[in-house]
């Protein structure tokens, strides 16, 4: 699989804005994407970015994407309780549709 | 929206037993299926991508003849962990790619201990 690297723990007080950091190898991946795991439970989708682009906004979510980097980020604004979870990032190959996800980061919304 | 469903969510067996678990896209059709296993606290291992009608293509260190995998119909694919041990407890993922999408639907996975 693809390396794709995430800081494992982020801390941050209720109405702050949450940044999560995520970063690549691979350069052939189509999209990325966020998804959020709450405690037992599945994967949730939260947003992704085509990888033409810069960014992308979806409502308190804004996914930055730089390519040359390699560095994609989920801010998350105004961070509610609700927000607590696991935050992975993923990338789609270009051949053969998997996905390659990151280590997770681990986010605790402190109120 | 998409559902993705897997059966069931959680299964306790004993040591040298096999399981199987199924994953079923209920609202659409998946020509590609994929599985994951989630250790505790850690990121999802993409085990296998299954794809309708054909043998699956297992990831690098994954046992395909430990993890059979099949993917009969457009709507559902089976992980039968054979001969399971203690080490092969973990959350089994699986998620779902329509034709022609670019998203991925995850099931709610399930929860394998083997005692």
Request: aromatic share 12%.
């Amino acid at each position: 699989g693809e390396d794709v690297e995430q800081s494992l723990f982020l801390s941050v007080r209720e109405g702050d804005s949450s940044v999560i950091n995520c970063t690549y190898t691979d350069s052939s991946s189509t999209y990325l994407y966020w998804y959020k795991q709450e405690p037992g439970a599945g994967l949730q989708l939260l947003t992704y970015i085509f990888s033409n682009m810069d960014m992308k906004q979806d409502q308190r979510l804004t996914v930055l994407l730089n390519k040359k980097d390699k560095h994609l980020s989920l801010r998350i604004a105004d961070t509610q309780t609700g927000d607590s979870a696991i935050y992975f990032c993923a990338e789609r190959m270009n051949t053969g549709n998997q996905f390659y996800f990151g280590t997770g980061t681990s986010l605790t919304v402190i109120p | 929206g998409a559902v993705v469903s897997q059966h069931p969510s959680r299964v306790i067996c004993k040591s040298g037993t096999s399981v199987k678990i199924e994953c079923r896209s209920l609202d659409f059709q998946a020509t590609t299926m994929f599985w994951y296993r989630q250790f505790p606290k850690k990121s999802l291992m993409l085990m296998a991508t299954s794809n309708e009608g054909s043998k699956a293509t297992y990831e690098q260190g994954v046992e395909k003849d430990k993890f059979l995998i099949n993917h009969a119909s457009l709507t559902l694919s089976t992980l039968t962990v054979t001969s399971a041990h203690p080490e092969d407890s973990s959350f089994y993922i699986c998620s779902a790619v329509g034709t022609g999408s670019y998203e991925q639907y995850f099931g709610p996975g399930t929860r394998l201990t083997v005692t």
